[in-house]
Nanobody, 125 residues
Framework: QVRLVESGGGLVQPGGSLRLSCAAS????????MNWYRQAPGKQRRLVAT???????NYADSVKGRFTISRDNAKNTVYLQMNSLKPEDTAVYYC???????????????????WGPGTQVTVSS
């Protein structure tokens, strides 16, 4: 199907910056929606940022003005630029991509809704 792999997580001090990436691979026909979620220990997974095919964006109130979601269509990759990081941003960050892929060689188009395994972001001094 379609596989996602996140990268770019790590340890950063408060006020620092980090850039996450999510690369999608497979027989992708089109990507319609790209999302970043995060989940802190003992908390629910929450939507952080959304990017549509038409380039519309939406952000959670807690990250507005600090985070920016973007994409590179040629690389089938979505990014999350995180600035002015706070300890409250500490979480596992997950990439989610929805779109259409081609199955085999029969022009069999299917929808996909794929998730990456997540990447840890820790903000601490």
């Amino acid at each position: 199907q379609v596989r996602l792999v996140e990268s770019g997580g790590g340890l950063v001090q408060p006020g620092g910056s980090l850039r996450l990436s999510c690369a999608a691979s497979g027989s992708i026909f089109s990507i319609n929606v790209m999302n970043w979620y995060r989940q802190a220990p003992g908390k629910q997974r929450r939507l952080v940022a959304t990017l549509t095919r038409s380039s519309s964006t939406n952000y959670a109130d807690s990250v507005k003005g600090r985070f920016t979601i973007s994409r590179d269509n040629a690389k089938n990759t979505v990014y999350l630029q995180m600035n002015s990081l706070k300890p409250e941003d500490t979480a596992v960050y997950y990439c989610n991509v929805r779109g259409t892929y081609v199955r085999g060689t029969y022009s069999d188009y299917r929808e996909f809704d794929s998730w990456g395994p997540g990447t840890q972001v820790t903000v601490s001094s």
